[in-house]
């Protein structure tokens, strides 16, 4: 279906070399292209925009969702209600002519493609391609199936997994790449390997053993599996009558059973068993991960930020003057030590009044600036346990009348209502505590806010229930910014964290690697305490102290949690081995 001609040179010419595919549901690649709801999203952006700094033969694919994620408006109450955020995609990127059709409920349902380029700062290119159903001669529901980002129900979810694994295959073959890798950004992609399973199938006169004719282990060469998700029911399953109502006998159904589970196909599984190299993107979550499933061999990659992007300007503007060249090298942070610790805090005060601004336009609630002020700032939902700071309101009142603000922002998703509630919660609490501790809750959090959030708070507050924060990746931004990370020992913060040097922790050791109970009240008071007897007074009275462990925090955590470390490990470990 590919007219040659109508194919741009310079598409031509990125197919002339082989590629890593990286496919995600998710990728949150700017503020104004709504195609992301967390961390999840932002990281593959990050992943994304650093495969353009290194010059890495890498192409992205994932959905167009056209009408977003969603905008969060919140009532005085903090109720939040859901308008769609529509954007358009041609303002952007370009519409590929090439076609590609993918069987859906024994329809054929037309795919094409938009093609984005990230530019880095220095010079590469990694194209991503954000497939579309929206085609003329596709029926009106199907047209539908790339509009929102994790909307709908189960087979809403399974026909976007459809258009993602195989839709996105098919597609960069018919554009005419050679594909060396694929990448699977957690389980939403893993349909791909079906794919290839028929490509490589071998024809049935060769084997001895029907079994063989499927050729796992030239798949299982090509495939990278990255999971994100440490707990059972975060992974998509889909039961099996689905699957053949939607998506047809794609590989028989024993097979298909052996791969991905017997009572129902499970994403995860499926990945697993067809990837040669496996990740967990933190050190816990990979012993988490191989608990949850164990005889798979799961390495770990930790997660990285994008450094150029989640510093803000007026840290920019400082490390060009000091350590020139440190965007596309972050190794430079080592040098911290270097900048005068006046220039680290006039640059902070600089971000801490842009933040102010903001809050006070989109709030209306006016910060002091000489107030420690804690931000959390993530998506709504029960786990992250926005509310741990709250356990005994009282407390809080005492430790921090006059001497704390604190700034939140996130979404809950639409169908999250334990993640509604919290934010209702927050508000109230808000309303009566505002004449001892001001509070602030932004609306819409996106990609902005978060950079304003990441910079412009004095402590960055992360308080997850153990182990389910795979990693996280804000506290990194924060880190880029100097900003200190005040955390349970989770995800990343177990391998950042020196205490009272890089940071400081709130509850015991993370020795778990299952899901235990409810720690709250352990964890609230070792936070109380900690706030009480060293951040308050280190931050009012001991500022040089405080700036030491600002450098700490540039010089020792985004010196590392960086994406450009990050990608060279999946290169060496994963790409190519
Ligand atoms: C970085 C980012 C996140 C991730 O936050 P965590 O604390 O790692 O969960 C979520 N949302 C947005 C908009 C982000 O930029």
Not at 430 to 443: N, Q
């Amino acid at each position: 279906m590919m007219d040659m001609h109508s194919m741009t040179d310079e598409l031509l010419e990125l197919t002339k070399q082989p590629k890593i595919a990286y496919f995600s549901m998710e990728i949150g690649i700017q503020n104004d292209i709504p195609t992301y709801s967390g961390g999840l999203g932002v990281l593959a952006g990050d992943t994304i925009k650093t495969a353009a700094d290194l010059k890495l033969p890498m192409i992205a694919v994932t959905l167009i969702c056209r009408k977003g994620y969603f905008r969060q408006i919140l009532d005085e109450n903090g109720r939040q209600i859901e308008s769609p955020d529509p954007w358009e995609p041609s303002r952007y990127m370009k519409l590929l002519p090439t076609k590609i059709t993918v069987q859906i409920e024994g329809r054929d349902v037309m795919v094409q493609a938009w093609q984005f380029n990230v530019k880095s700062i220095i010079g590469g290119i990694v194209p991503i391609f954000f497939l579309d159903t929206d085609v003329d001669g596709n029926m009106p529901d199907d047209r539908e199936i790339t509009s929102y980002l994790y909307g709908g129900e189960q087979a809403y979810r399974l026909k976007q997994e459809i258009v993602l694994g195989i839709g996105g295959v098919r597609i960069l073959h018919e554009i005419g790449f050679e594909i060396k890798k694929y990448h699977m950004n957690e389980g939403h992609s893993s349909l791909l390997t079906l794919e290839l399973l028929n490509m490589f199938k071998r024809p049935i006169e060769d084997v001895w053993d029907e079994k063989l004719v499927w050729d796992t282990e030239k798949v299982k060469d090509l495939c990278v599996f990255t999971t994100h998700t440490p707990v059972e029911a975060g992974h998509d399953r889909f039961p099996y009558d689905l699957v053949s109502r939607i998506m047809g006998e794609l590989i028989p159904l024993n097979v298909l059973k052996e791969l991905a589970g017997k009572d129902s196909l499970n994403m995860t599984l499926l990945g697993l068993n067809l990837s040669e190299f496996i990740n967990g993107v933190a050190k816990k979550h990979m012993e988490v991960s191989r608990n949850m499933f164990p005889g798979y061999e799961i390495s770990s990659i930790t997660n990285g930020v994008h450094t150029y992007t989640w510093t803000c300007d007026s840290f920019k503007k400082l490390y060009d003057k000091y350590l020139p060249g440190w965007a596309n090298e972050p190794e430079l942070f080592v040098r911290v030590g270097r900048i005068p610790d006046e220039e680290i805090w006039s640059t902070h005060i600089e971000a801490k009044k842009i933040l102010f601004d903001y809050v006070r336009a989109n709030t209306g609630v006016e910060m002091d600036p000489d107030i420690l002020t804690i931000g959390f700032a993530r998506r709504a939902t029960a786990y992250k346990r926005a509310d741990l700071i709250f356990s005994n309101i009282e407390r809080l009142e005492r430790i921090g009348a006059e001497k704390l603000q604190i700034i939140y922002a996130g979404k809950a998703h639409p169908k999250d209502d334990s993640g509604k509630r919290l934010i209702e919660k927050i508000f109230s609490i808000k309303e009566r505590l505002k004449d001892k501790i001001k509070m602030a809750y932004l609306k819409n959090h996106n990609m902005d806010t978060a950079l304003k959030m990441v910079s412009g708070v004095d402590v960055w507050l992360n308080t997850p229930l153990r182990p389910r924060e795979a990693s996280g990746t804000s506290g990194m931004k924060a880190a880029h910014n100097g900003v200190i990370n005040f955390s349970v020992l989770d995800g990343w913060w177990i391998e950042g964290h020196i205490e009272g040097f890089t940071g400081w922790s709130i509850g015991p050791n993370p020795d778990e690697t299952t899901l235990i109970d409810n720690m709250d009240t352990r964890d609230a008071d070792d936070l109380y305490e900690k706030l009480e007897n060293i951040i308050i007074p280190l931050f009012y009275d001991n500022r040089h102290v405080w700036i030491r462990m600002m450098q700490n925090a540039i010089g020792k955590n985004a010196y590392y949690f960086n994406c450009h470390r990050m990608m060279r490990r999946y290169v060496t470990d994963a790409y190519i081995r």
